[in-house]
């Protein structure tokens, strides 16, 4: 999806603060997306999968102990975005806002897809999601987050081969 993001950028020649040009600033917005690809992604991708999907594909939910280490491992990835990344700042990676907050920002966002709102935890990221949402534009970031609202409706339409292919994984991030 960084490809993609980058591509678009590039092609669409979209304002620098987006990816600035400056390399003191890019670096930081690179240092972002890494860690996100290392940390953030992994973890809040197995939380999404044991706690919305899980119960979706077996038709159970998943063990307590899967469950709590997800979300602790899912609370220490909200604690690095509030206190490492964000700290006192506006965005991420400084006072304009950049794919940095919209890719950490749609991670924590399909977690409410599983009933969870790390939000009200973590006051400091729901004023950052709000700064978010103002300079991503209130309409459409109010367009993609239907989509994720409207996932569970979705899932029981989804057709029963689209439900094995999820099974492996289910599995995966159930081990």
Same mark, same amino acid.
């Not at 081969?161 to 999820?166: A, D, N, V």
């Given at each position: 999806s960084y490809a993609i993001l980058l591509y678009l950028i590039?092609?669409?020649?979209?304002?620098?603060h987006w990816y600035p040009s400056d390399i003191q600033k890019r670096v930081r917005v690179d240092e972002y997306l890494a860690w996100h690809l290392t940390t953030a992604r992994p973890g809040t991708?197995?939380?999404f999968w044991l706690k919305g999907m899980t119960p979706y594909v077996t038709g159970h939910e998943v063990t307590p102990e899967k469950l709590n280490a997800a979300l602790c491992e899912f609370k220490?990835?909200?604690?690095?975005?509030?206190?490492?990344f964000l700290q006192d700042k506006p965005f991420l990676v400084g006072d304009e806002v950049s794919i940095a907050d919209v890719v950490a920002l749609a991670d924590i966002g399909q977690t409410c897809v599983s009933g969870l709102d790390v939000f009200e935890d973590y006051p400091k990221l729901a004023a950052w999601k709000q700064r978010v949402k103002e300079a991503v534009g209130v309409e459409l970031f109010n367009e993609a987050?239907?989509?994720?609202?409207? !996932?569970?409706?979705?899932?029981k339409q989804a057709p029963p081969?689209?439900?094995?292919? !999820?099974k492996a994984r289910v599995e995966y991030f159930s081990r």
């Open positions: 590039r092609k669409y020649k979209t304002p620098d991708s197995k939380l220490n990835i909200s604690t690095t975005i509030q206190d490492v987050q239907e989509g994720i609202a409207n !996932f569970r409706e979705m899932q081969e689209m439900k094995e292919r !999820f």
